[in-house]
């Protein structure tokens, strides 16, 4: 079993930057990934990193924009936000392929464990 716990969220003007955190207990031997609820919307794939953080994967929208990293020591995962955009606010979640360490997916229902979200708010 894994748990995650997402922070890092908050209040930010556009242009600006934040980075979630997501901490991971449990065996984590595993690809991981950011999705993102905007409000009203369905949940949607942002960025994902496989176990040794060797290969990584985009959203479009984030592109240029967002960096997903990991601290395999420290059962962390990361996601640096720059340029941050009032489109970028949601509820963000991090999730665990449990299937997989050497790939990565955008696909959600490739995950199987989920954190509670948290909530990034960008102002224009």
């Known amino acids: 079993q894994v748990q995650l716990v997402e922070s890092g969220g908050g209040l930010v003007q556009a242009g600006g930057s934040l980075r979630l955190s997501c901490a991971a207990s449990g065996r984590t031997r595993y690809t991981m990934a950011w999705f993102r609820q905007p409000p009203g919307k369905e949940r949607m794939f942002v960025a994902a990193i496989n176990w040794r953080g060797s290969s990584t994967e985009y959203a479009d929208s984030v592109k240029g924009r967002f960096t997903i990293s990991r601290d395999n020591a420290k059962n962390t995962v990361y996601l640096q936000m720059n340029s941050m955009k009032p489109e970028d606010t949601a509820v963000y979640y991090c999730?665990?392929?449990?299937?997989?360490?050497?790939?990565?997916?955008?696909?959600?229902?490739?995950?199987?464990?989920w954190g509670q979200g948290t909530q990034v708010t960008v102002s224009s």
């Open positions: 999730a665990a392929d449990r299937l997989s360490a050497a790939t990565t997916t955008a696909a959600s229902k490739a995950y199987d464990y």
